[in-house]
């Protein structure tokens, strides 16, 4: 029987080259590589089309620096050089060297498809593909990057080491006005394979923020000791010490890889891969705990709220009085948990009730690794005029998270914490 939604589902195979892309969504994805374990044909179609885009990624790339193209124009302009140029006449060769390049593109597969098997073409190594500028080491990582010192080149197949300077290197991806900023702290040793592969042997890649590649690239790079980590469109840390890699991301998503096991990464969360095992499973970077905080002045216990940066870089977090509210809490009644099935009976969210000095919980924290922001709490109000029953109180974290790894517009909600209202 003919069925739709089968009808419009795509054949795997004709969904290989968006992987490679890097196109795919984190389901897709996952799905995809469950069929590709189970197909030796989809395994062979799937190193062919890499072989194939491979052969495009390795043409040599020219890196312009930075404002290039201004620079030629005021030239141009200085000698006179556009003063007898005809209005139309530049969009024509424009035009005329795209169609030269899509030409020379599709000469190229063709002797990939038609001249694969008879030998491999050699392209050289040490091409220029980016530009580094050098910087004073900075004091921690959440002040940034120092004071410029010096410029170089990122050449490809050449080790760098930044063991006396912070870096920031520019990578130009190949489409219009679109690049790539790896920023790299003192003590990082790395090579670039190619302008979308690096080789991080170690030291703390403090933010990548990777923009997609042109036509037939596949997604950025990063080989460690550990395991690699493949990047499409994103901003993200790497850090490799000698026991693993720690990958945190900011914006985007992010395919860490540790043995041959995958584990898409999304914004607001981190991994770790540690040496001969599996990358753990995308874990979130702010955790939120509640704890009872007995006061005797109160008909209703205090709860005591802690934010955590569970992560491994500084996160930037919003307190209690930023603005709009940033921490709200959710009550609800014990048969919401206490009777699966039944109907729930829950209140809507109303902003924290904040216990203290309210000056001392304005504006923003930064928090470093596995350092926390504590508060307290009163929810008698919420539960004042209520039954005397068994209540479920949890608190959301709607500030989001800021950090050299990039924004994260995310909700953190706390584990429910039970509070007895029977005897009050």
């Known amino acids: 029987m003919f069925n739709e939604e089968r009808a ?43 072989s194939h885009l491979g052969l495009h990624q390795r043409v040599r790339k020219v890196a312009p620096r930075r404002g290039s193209f201004d620079r030629l124009i005021r030239h141009m302009k200085t000698e ?11 969009c024509m060769l424009r035009r005329a060297f795209v169609f030269a390049g899509l030409a020379g593109f599709v000469f190229i597969v063709l002797m990939a498809v038609f001249g694969g098997r008879q030998g491999t073409v050699s392209l050289p190594r040490d091409q220029v593909i980016g530009q580094i500028i050098f910087y004073e080491p900075a004091s921690d990582s959440i002040s940034g990057l120092g004071r410029e010192v010096d410029q170089g080149e990122a050449v490809a197949g050449a080790t760098r080491n930044f063991s006396s300077h912070d870096a920031s290197i520019w990578i130009p991806t190949g489409v219009s006005r679109s690049y790539s900023i790896i920023e790299c702290a003192q003590g990082t040793v790395l090579k670039f394979n190619n302008s979308r592969e690096v080789v991080l042997t170690k030291g703390f890649m403090r933010r990548l923020s990777i923009a997609p590649g042109a036509l037939g690239e596949g997604a950025f790079t990063v080989k460690t000791p550990h395991g690699r980590v493949e990047i499409s469109n994103a901003r993200l840390s790497i850090r490799v ?28 969360h981190f991994s770790v891969i540690s040496r001969d095992a599996e990358a753990t499973p995308p874990q979130p970077e702010l955790q939120i705990t509640l704890l009872p905080f ?3 002045k109160q008909n209703a216990p205090s709860i005591e709220v802690s934010l955590r940066n569970m992560g491994y870089v500084p996160a930037r977090i919003k307190r209690v009085y930023s603005g709009d509210p940033v921490f709200v809490v959710q009550i609800s009644r014990d048969r919401d948990y206490s009777q699966p099935g039944s109907t729930p009976e829950s209140y809507s969210p109303v902003e924290v009730s904040l216990v203290g000095n309210y000056l001392e919980h304005r504006g923003e ?16 109000q919420e539960l004042f005029g209520r039954p005397a029953a068994v209540y479920w109180v949890t608190v959301v974290y709607k ?10 517009m995310v909700d953190v909600t706390s584990k429910p914490l039970q509070v007895d209202m029977r005897n009050k």
């Open 8 to 50: 419009t589902t795509p054949l795997a195979s004709s969904q290989l080259v968006s992987y490679v892309m890097g196109e795919l969504e984190p389901d897709q994805q996952q799905a995809l590589e469950a069929q590709i374990k189970e197909s030796p044909a989809l395994q062979a179609e799937l190193e062919e089309i890499r």
């Open 80 to 90: 006179g050089t556009l003063a007898g140029a005809v209005p139309g006449v530049h």
């Open 241 to 268: 010490t000698e026991a693993d890699t720690q990958v945190c991301v900011g914006e985007g998503s992010a395919r860490v890889i540790g043995g041959d096991v995958p584990q898409i990464v999304p914004s607001g």
């Open 294 to 296: 007995a006061d005797p």
């Open 365 to 380: 924290a930064w928090l470093k690794p596995k350092e926390e922001y504590k508060f307290r709490i009163d929810v008698s």
């Open 399 to 408: 500030g989001g998270l800021y950090g050299p790894q990039g924004a994260a």
